[in-house]
């Protein structure tokens, strides 16, 4: 029987795995993972005794291959009771007018958060000449140029900061936003353009953005380790992977510590792990992939989850929370209110509300390196300006992602092309996870399913060739 390792056990190696051991004549798999634990970063744990994500809370329902997967290990979808965040912006929460990822569709909603002197630039944004794009840009200096940096600054940055973590004057429009990337070759404006794609979302209004698991996304993890585990699949926890090296018959994998080194073979390999570790354990087998990986840069950040007393909410915190603008220079960067945007979380809470402020940008680790004390107080203090939250914290917990987010640079699609392209030359060798065609669930789900129909075509074409 034909073996694959995969390298990774995050939920890009984990749902690779599944997409192996559930196909046609699944081959003998094995899943190595370098930490203790499985998950990568989709955690769990409890804030006095309720349930809580420490890393990412839900995914996208408009994609299929995240629910898919959540049904297909025996997990209900739930979906969120509210997702009506704000914009700390000044003095208080505003509503966030209609954009496509941060740019405005209607330069009037913009008044508010922009002022109308910016709101006035967004409107005259359609008498500049078409945009007629033919390669990438940095999505925030592009909206910037035509439209004024009070929209990167106030809009973009909050809410492409809550996906990368980065800086919106650094990120890439064709990365991030594919469509409105498409939209913008051919678009009179770029106001044109979000519009069009407003009007195209509109179409889908009442189906669900977002879905999520009662207990926290993280049970993914659990659930796909046990049906993976029932399958048959073997699963390896501290094994870190150093390097692959080709043979005639397959591969050679080192893993362990040098002085006592693990070997293991295999027919073919994926490897699901961040792109600083890939390009390190696939410098000899695959140096042009290498060199690629090693470039791609990483911001780390940290959640800081906390329980109060729901009789101390303030009455004025509404919605599902809200986003927080680097230029308004405070600690956190967005806050989600857990026990109002799941069902599930207010109900588990009892009397008790679980929130979550995320902390940290790409460039700002200095303020990582606080003490969770610390951390947890400029929290709460930031709450208490922006909400109004005086109450009295029940329980705190703070988690800390270092180089969790990779940054999708301006050129991005064209370095994962190029990484492709080289891993493609080597027969059985498969390569998967958030540094290449998006960072949220659902696009790792599809990302690990990529690498495991390549792997399967590479085996069928061995069983075809012994034959």
């Known amino acids: 029987m034909s073996r694959v390792v995969v390298v990774g056990g995050g939920i890009s190696g984990l749902a690779a795995?599944?997409?192996?051991?559930?196909?046609?004549?699944?081959?003998?798999?094995?899943?190595?993972?370098?930490?203790?634990?499985?998950?990568?970063?989709?955690?769990?744990?409890?804030?006095?005794?309720?349930?809580?994500?420490?890393?990412?809370?839900?995914?996208?329902?408009?994609?299929?291959?995240?629910?898919?997967?959540?049904?297909a290990v025996g997990l209900d979808i739930v979906h969120p009771a509210t997702t009506s965040a704000g914009l700390w912006v000044g003095d208080r929460i505003r509503a966030i007018p209609p954009t496509v990822m941060g740019v405005p569709v209607d330069p009037a909603a913009t008044a508010d958060v922009l002022g109308p002197e910016a709101a006035e630039q967004v409107a005259h944004e359609a008498d500049l000449p078409a945009p007629a794009l033919?390669?990438?840009?940095?999505?925030g200096r592009f909206v910037a140029d035509r439209m004024g940096s009070a929209v990167?600054?106030?809009?973009?940055?909050?809410?492409?900061?809550?996906?990368?973590?980065?800086?919106?004057?650094?990120?890439?429009?064709?990365?991030?936003?594919?469509?409105l990337?498409?939209?913008l070759r051919t678009a009179p404006s770029l106001l044109a353009a979000t519009a069009e794609l407003r009007e195209l979302g509109q179409k889908r209004a009442g189906?669900?953005?977002?879905?999520?698991?009662?207990?926290g996304i993280n049970r993914i993890i659990t659930a796909l380790e046990q049906d993976l585990t029932a399958r048959g699949v073997e699963i390896r926890?501290?094994?870190?992977?150093?390097?692959?090296?080709?043979?005639?018959?397959?591969f050679v994998l080192e893993a362990g510590p040098v002085p006592a080194p693990t070997y293991l073979t295999a027919d073919a390999v994926v490897v699901a792990v961040p792109a600083a570790p890939a390009a390190r354990m696939?410098?000899?087998?695959?140096?042009?992939?290498?060199?690629?990986?090693?470039?791609?840069?990483?911001?780390?950040?940290?959640?800081?989850?906390?329980?109060?007393?729901?009789?101390?909410?303030?009455?004025?915190?509404?919605?599902?929370?809200?986003?927080?603008?680097?230029?308004?220079?405070?600690?956190?960067?967005?806050?989600?209110?857990?026990?109002?945007k799941w069902a599930w979380s207010a109900e588990a809470g009892g009397e008790l509300a679980v929130l979550r402020a995320s902390?940290?940008?790409?460039?700002?680790?200095?303020?990582?390196?606080?003490?969770?004390?610390?951390?947890?107080?400029?929290?709460?203090?930031?709450?208490?300006?922006?909400?109004?939250l005086q109450a009295e914290v029940v329980g705190s917990l703070v988690t800390r992602w270092g180089g969790g987010l990779p940054q999708y640079a301006v050129g991005h699609l064209g370095r994962v092309d190029r990484v492709e392209a080289a891993v493609a030359d080597v027969p059985g060798l498969a390569v998967c996870g958030a540094a290449y065609r998006g960072v949220g669930i659902a696009a790792c789900v599809a990302s690990g399913g990529k690498a495991a129909t390549r792997v399967l075509e590479h085996l069928e074409a061995l069983e075809t060739m012994a034959k």
């Open 207 to 215: 189906q669900p953005v977002f879905a999520g698991v009662v207990g």
């Open 359 to 388: 902390v940290g940008r790409l460039g700002e680790e200095y303020v990582l390196q606080r003490s969770d004390e610390e951390l947890v107080a400029l929290a709460v203090a930031d709450l208490g300006k922006a909400i109004g």
């Open 17 to 71: 795995a599944h997409a192996l051991a559930t196909g046609p004549n699944p081959p003998q798999i094995t899943v190595l993972e370098g930490s203790p634990r499985l998950g990568g970063k989709l955690a769990g744990a409890e804030i006095e005794g309720v349930p809580v994500d420490l890393g990412a809370e839900s995914v996208l329902a408009r994609r299929p291959e995240a629910v898919d997967l959540i049904r």
């Open 152 to 179: 990167t600054d106030k809009l973009i940055d909050p809410l492409l900061g809550g996906v990368y973590a980065g800086k919106a004057e650094e990120i890439s429009l064709a990365a991030a936003v594919p469509d």
């Open 181 to 183: 990337y498409a939209k």
């Open 237 to 250: 926890r501290r094994l870190t992977v150093r390097r692959i090296s080709r043979t005639p018959d397959g």
């Open 282 to 340: 696939l410098t000899d087998l695959v140096p042009t992939a290498s060199t690629e990986l090693a470039a791609v840069e990483y911001a780390s950040m940290a959640i800081v989850t906390l329980a109060v007393r729901k009789s101390d909410w303030p009455e004025t915190a509404t919605g599902s929370g809200f986003l927080v603008p680097s230029v308004e220079e405070r600690t956190i960067k967005a806050s989600t209110y857990s026990h109002a």
């Open 134 to 139: 033919t390669e990438d840009v940095a999505i």
